[in-house]
Nanobody, 123 residues
Framework: QVQLVESGGGLVQAGGSLRLLCAASGQPFNSNAMGWFRQAPGKERGLVAALPSTSKGAIYAASVSGRFTMARGNASNTVYLQMNNLKPEDTAIYYC????????????????WGQGTQVTVSS
C-alpha cells in the first residue's frame, strides 16, 4: 500500500511563493507517474502538474505554466511543487497522487492520493 503525505501549504500574499513536498512510502513503491492536483471550493479537482517516471520534464496545466515547477526531491520517492508568483485563483487544496500504470492528464490512472494540503493566496 502506497502512502503519500503532502506538506508545505499555508497562507501567502499574492506574488509570493510556496513549495509543496510529497513523500511516498510503502513497499513496493511502483510509480509510472506522480502528479499534483488541486481542488478549489465549488470546483472539480484538476491536474496542476504531472511528472512521468521516465522523464525529467513535467507536464503543466496552462494556468500554472511558467509559474510552477514540479521536480523530484533529493530524497528518494519525493517530489515537490515550487509555486512562484502565486495568485488568489491558486487558492485550493493541493493533492499529491501516484499512478502505477497507464495514466492521463484528466486524472485517470492515479490510484494513490495524499490527504491534501491547503494553499491560500490573499490579494
Amino acid at each position: 500500500q502506497v502512502q503519500l503525505v503532502e506538506s508545505g501549504g499555508g497562507l501567502v500574499q499574492a506574488g509570493g511563493s510556496l513549495r509543496l513536498l510529497c513523500a511516498a512510502s510503502g513497499q513496493p513503491f511502483n510509480s509510472n507517474a506522480m502528479g499534483w492536483f488541486r481542488q478549489a471550493p465549488g470546483k472539480e479537482r484538476g491536474l496542476v502538474a504531472a511528472l512521468p517516471s521516465t522523464s525529467k520534464g513535467a507536464i503543466y496545466a496552462a494556468s500554472v505554466s511558467g509559474r510552477f515547477t514540479m521536480a523530484r526531491g533529493n530524497a528518494s520517492n519525493t517530489v515537490y511543487l515550487q509555486m512562484n508568483n502565486l495568485k488568489p485563483e491558486d487558492t485550493a487544496i493541493y493533492y499529491c497522487a501516484n499512478a502505477r500504470g497507464t495514466w492521463s492528464t484528466q486524472g485517470t490512472g492515479f490510484d494513490s492520493w495524499g490527504q491534501g494540503t491547503q494553499v491560500t493566496v490573499s490579494s
